[in-house]
């Protein structure tokens, strides 16, 4: 635990580090250090993790402005911080939440994430810009670098998002005897069709380079934790490295038992000392994110081993920090399985340096069929069997196939690799999969049925079988091994290691399936699950391409919600989440098999209609005028949403995505001007169709 305040992110640290190294070199980095009386080793300023005083800030940038000869250079590192890649989680969050309108409404709670002396509030918001407060707590001195980094940082927030930089004004300051620094942030409401190409493709290489950088920063974490094997180191390491999961100024991991450890609680970073207290409150808490905290499990298939929490007074964590939390609870309990199950079985040494390498090889990104090889190629040799195989569940066909194997006669090849088995076809499998820990199935069983006839090839009188699933989540498929002689001593130590491999395999898995699933996020709408405006542009600039090489037409249609404003003045924005969500819906049921919905943002829609011409877009964009105008209840009022839809043809109005957009956008305006029809409410009165005026 240190000793110094956490009081300033390593973030901040980092980035100055980085930027000064990048334009003065390592000569320019040990000046620095040497001008801001800093003795601390430059790994432990580099690591973002770690945190420093106010004070220790404010010397770092009065000497980077030294090395660098420019009495602005906090305000140049605020605006390249995207670019150095300095805290990747931070940016990965930001890209997440949309646009620059909703960062800013979310700065209360970014904020904490830099610094613990300062408050950000967002005081005013519009459509096109925001009043942003900054109010430096008491005892602390106000400093005009700091007020240059806050605006850097604003500024950079537009090219996340594909905009210019953002512009800051900045008429009151605390360094002038204001109360408080105000900033007035704007952005512009539209762009440019060319600009909204460059800033897509700048927006995709943002989010992939961070994604990136956050994906090999929880690999590397992985290894990490599973480069020890004793278990003490482990639990340090699980509590010391929390920090690169989620970001918090105390993390406390408690056990729920001493039968692993000697200690019940590891802590690090500013925590209550009463710690045995603090133990028994986590192990009694609701696990998730509560005000000031996070609490998590740590547990495996093979057992519970307490919990870890990240702590930050008076901080409302995002809800994807819990999620970044729970895959690194995950991790520290898999490396909690493998330090536990290596302590059994130091003196086994093959055996031991088998597991070790699965989980290594395991921290490495893969998909579960790949992870299903890797684990029926270690499993041999880590259980002392001749041969091994791993099956996956498939939920589409409820059936149990084989994925990987590893050992068998050339004989038995064939019959292995191409297993599978279906709950439809078996009482058996059925009781295999409520099975919730490992076992051993005898193959002369009678109830296995078709099971134990179809594996009686393999001349093997058992078969240890332990369930690839995480705690509390998905079942994936089971790992299982031959055992050629039912000794119970031998057997219970098969049965031991299988589940820690076991083990591993779920959360490779479930940690692949996160993955993926970010990946997806990236590209997709969080409200409505639609492609988002960077996927649909790079779906149509490929359909596109493939219809002129072909000949045949394509057409979009370019939906936009009249007045949809007033569906949120009335009833509220979670009312207008509704209406999108229906609206999305609709779209979906009522398009062709392969065509493409996506949302572009607030309440503009497009479907891309490949092999449609334009008299038959023409006829589906009427039909979608109708479907949309259906009334969608709200409490206890109908809301008739009516939409104005233009069409563009491929290639008659163009050969490339921005000019194909801004054709659909073009006649979608044409047609809004033309029927302008507003939103209409009535009662939900069962045959009483009377509407009230127009919202």
């Known amino acids: 635990m240190g000793t110094d305040p956490r009081e300033t992110a390593g973030t901040t640290m980092a980035l100055i580090i980085s930027y000064v190294r990048e334009h003065a070199g390592d000569v320019g980095v040990t000046r620095l250090l040497d001008l801001a009386r800093e003795t601390r080793p430059l790994e432990i300023l580099e690591d973002e993790h770690n945190w420093s005083t106010y004070e220790q800030k404010i010397a770092f940038f009065e000497a980077a402005c030294i090395v660098l000869d420019d009495p602005d250079a906090m305000l140049h590192i605020g605006e390249t911080a995207m670019q150095l890649q300095i805290g990747p989680g931070i940016g990965l969050l930001l890209m997440r939440l949309g646009s620059p309108r909703i960062v800013l409404a979310n700065v209360a709670k970014t904020c904490p994430k830099f610094t613990t002396v300062a408050t950000m509030t967002a005081e005013h918001l519009d459509k096109e810009h925001a009043v942003i407060t900054y109010r430096l707590h008491e005892g602390k001195v106000p400093h005009r670098c700091d007020c240059q980094l806050n605006i850097g940082l604003m500024r950079t927030i537009g090219p996340v998002f594909g905009m210019p930089p953002l512009e800051i004004e900045h008429p009151e300051c605390q360094v002038e005897g204001a109360p408080l620094c105000r900033y007035i942030v704007h952005w512009p409401r539209r762009r440019s069709p060319r600009a909204k190409r460059h800033g897509r493709d700048r927006t995709l290489s943002l989010q992939v380079d961070a994604l990136t950088a956050q994906i090999e920063l929880l690999q590397s974490t992985t290894v990490d934790l599973v480069s020890s094997d004793d278990i003490d180191e482990v639990l340090h390491r699980i509590v010391t490295r929390a920090g690169r999961a989620v970001s918090a100024t105390g993390y406390v991991l408690a056990l729920a038992d001493g039968t692993i450890a000697d200690a019940l609680v590891y802590a690090d970073g500013d925590v209550d000392p009463d710690l045995e207290r603090v133990r028994i409150d986590m192990l009694e808490a609701p696990v998730g994110a509560n005000r000031g905290q996070i609490v998590i499990e740590v547990a495996s298939s093979r057992r519970v081993y307490g919990r870890l929490a990240a702590f930050y007074e008076d901080h409302t964590f995002f809800a994807h920090e819990e999620e970044l939390l729970a895959a690194y609870a995950r991790s520290a309990a898999a490396a909690l399985d493998a330090a536990t199950a290596l302590e059994s079985a130091r003196r086994r040494g093959a055996a031991t340096t088998a ?116 705690h509390r989540a998905g079942f994936f498929g089971v790992a299982i091994a031959p055992v050629s002689a039912v000794d119970d001593r031998r057997v219970d130590e098969i049965v031991e290691r299988l589940s820690a491999v076991a083990d591993h395999a779920a959360t490779a898995i479930q940690n692949a399936m996160l993955i993926e699933e970010i990946r997806h996020q990236a590209v997709h709408d969080t409200l409505t699950g639609l492609a988002n405006r960077a996927l649909a542009d790079d779906e149509l600039d490929k359909a596109i391409a493939r219809a002129v090489r072909s000949a045949a037409p394509l057409s979009l249609l370019f939906i936009d919600l009249d007045d949809f404003k007033a569906v949120n003045d009335r009833f509220g924005h979670g009312a207008g989440d509704h209406v999108l969500k229906t609206i999305a ?111």
């Open 355 to 470: 597991l070790l390498g699965l989980a290594r090889s395991l921290a490495e990104p893969a998909t579960p069929h790949r992870i299903a090889r890797i684990v029926a190629s270690a499993m041999p040799e880590v259980l002392g069997v001749d041969a091994s195989a791993v099956l996956l569940w498939d939920h589409k066909t409820e059936a149990l196939r084989v994925a990987g194997h590893s050992g068998w006669s050339k004989e038995l090849h064939d019959l292995v690799g191409g297993f599978e088995v279906r709950t439809a076809e078996s009482d058996g499998l059925r009781a295999l999969l409520a099975a919730p820990a490992p076992t051993v199935m005898r193959l002369d069983r009678p109830e296995l049925g078709p099971i134990a006839s179809r594996l009686g090839a393999l001349k093997v009188p058992a078969l240890a079988i332990a369930p690839i699933q995480a």
């Open 585 to 695: 819906a609709r779209l979906i049921e009522a398009g062709r098999k392969g065509d493409s919905v996506a949302r572009r943002g607030g309440d503009e829609f497009t479907l891309m209609l490949p092999e449609a011409a334009r008299e038959d877009a023409q006829r589906i964009a009427e039909r979608l005028r109708m479907v949309i105008s259906h009334p969608i209840s709200i409490g206890a009022e109908l809301v008739a949403v009516h939409a104005s839809i233009g069409v563009a043809t491929a290639p008659d109005d163009g050969e490339d995505c921005a000019t194909i957009v801004r054709a659909a956008d073009r006649a979608m305006y044409r047609n809004k001007e033309a029927n302008r029809v507003m939103c209409t409410v009535s009662p939900q009165l069962g045959t009483d169709d009377r509407r009230s005026p127009a919202l």
